[in-house]
Structure formats: C-alpha cells, structure tokens
C-alpha cells in the first residue's frame, strides 16, 4: 500500500502565478480532505470530498483557491492567483468507507511545502 | 465547534511512561475521540481513537474519564522516535464532517 501520495514535495512560485497541488488517494477510500498547516494557524481544514463530490468548502480561504476531484483516484488544489501569504504546508488525507462517521481514521500524505515569493 | 485543550509541551525520559492529558468538556455523546502525531516533516499519522471506553493498540493506550470530558493518552514506553506534536481532536457529523486540530502537545524525549 503506497498510501497517500501527493506533489510536489516543495513547490516555489512568485506571487501571482497559479499553483496546483495534486493528491493520489488511499485506493478504495472513498473520502478526501485537503488541510492546510502554518504555524499560526496549525492545522486548517480547507475542503473535504465524499465520492468525488465537495461536501464543505467553507475552510477555503477566498475565491483564489479550488479544488476538484474528477475520480476517486486523483485531486488538485489550486490557487490562482497565488500570495506570499498563501505559503504553507498543504496536506491531504482520505479515509475509508463514507469518511463521515466518526470512528474513521484519517491516512494524511507527506505534504506539499509551498513558498510564494 | 467542539474543542479540546492540551498543555504545549511535555518533557519524558526515554523508556519512561507518558501520560499526555487532553480536555474537551464541551464534548457531546457521539463525538469520538482521536489522537495523531506528527513526527517532524511528515503528515499527522493515526495513534488511537475511542467513544466511551478505554482502548489499547499497538502504539498507545487512551484512558477516557467517566464523564468523557477529559482523556489522557499513555505511550507506556517513551522512545527517541515518540518525539512528536500530539494531537487531541474530536471527530463529529453535524450535517457537515468536522475533524478540527488544536494545537498539540509536543512531546520531548531525553536520553
């Protein structure tokens, strides 16, 4: 089991140019969560996906950011255009089954560490 | 949102018990309680979770208090590779999922 994969592993862009983060899920999970961390805010929800279909987006922070999941397979975040502020650690996680009960765990990827110059 | 609070930080011997306690008085009867810890550069990974009952795994032990309003997890033998910030969250439905991360606690193990 390769786990949860995500990339890049380090991502360095210039203010106002777009940045997309991908994901690979658990194989078989069936729920997708994307978190952003920063040492001010720890450890943020920003969206989460049952069966490919967005459920909450209200931890997105604006407009600038998007995220899909055209199969179950595969997700992107993105942000358009990107920020200084914006940097940070961006996580995603999938979780079996319908991912909203709340005896599941969460299986988190290594992270995408985003600068914006 | 159901919140929980955790002391910053925690100092433990190596080969030494660890009790990291965690407060969530606003906790209702079916939000479960999980822990995760992330090890420095890695996403948080899973340790334990439980509703009402204490639990044992491989990793960790979780004590629940009665009234569930507190909960303290137990690595019952601290290594160098516990050396972690530990998270206390709670996981509940309310017509959206939640899993909402406090702070944490980080853990520091001397030799």
């Known amino acids: 089991d390769a786990g949860v994969i995500q990339s890049p592993r380090h991502e360095v862009t210039e203010m106002g140019q777009e940045v997309t983060l991908r994901c690979k899920p658990i194989?078989?999970?069936?729920?997708l969560f994307w978190y952003r961390q920063t040492m001010m805010r720890g450890l943020e929800l920003l969206i989460y996906f049952n069966n490919n279909v967005p459920i909450d987006d209200s931890g997105m922070p604006e407009d600038r950011f998007s995220a899909k999941m055209p199969n179950a397979s595969f997700s992107t975040l993105k942000i358009q255009p990107s920020e200084p502020r914006d940097s940070a650690v961006y996580f995603c996680?999938?979780?079996?089954?319908?991912?909203?009960?709340?005896?599941?765990?969460?299986?988190f990827g290594s992270g995408t560490q985003l600068s914006v110059l | 949102d159901a919140k929980t609070t955790q002391p910053n930080s925690m100092e433990s011997n190596e080969e030494e018990p660890v009790h990291l306690p965690c407060n969530h008085s606003t906790i209702s009867g079916t939000d479960y309680i999980h822990w995760y810890r992330q090890l420095p550069s890695q996403g948080p990974e899973y340790v334990i979770h439980?509703?009402?009952s204490n639990v044992n795994n491989r990793m960790a032990s979780l004590a629940i208090a009665e009234d569930r309003k507190s909960s303290t997890l137990i690595l019952h033998r601290a290594t160098l590779r516990d050396a972690a910030v530990y998270y206390c969250i709670l996981r509940y439905n309310t017509g959206g999922f939640k899993t909402i991360f406090g702070a944490g606690t980080r853990l520091f193990v001397k030799a």
């Open positions: 194989s078989g999970h069936n729920s």
């Open positions: 439980g509703l009402t």
């Open positions: 996680a999938s979780s079996p089954g319908e991912g909203v009960r709340t005896n599941e765990k969460l299986f």
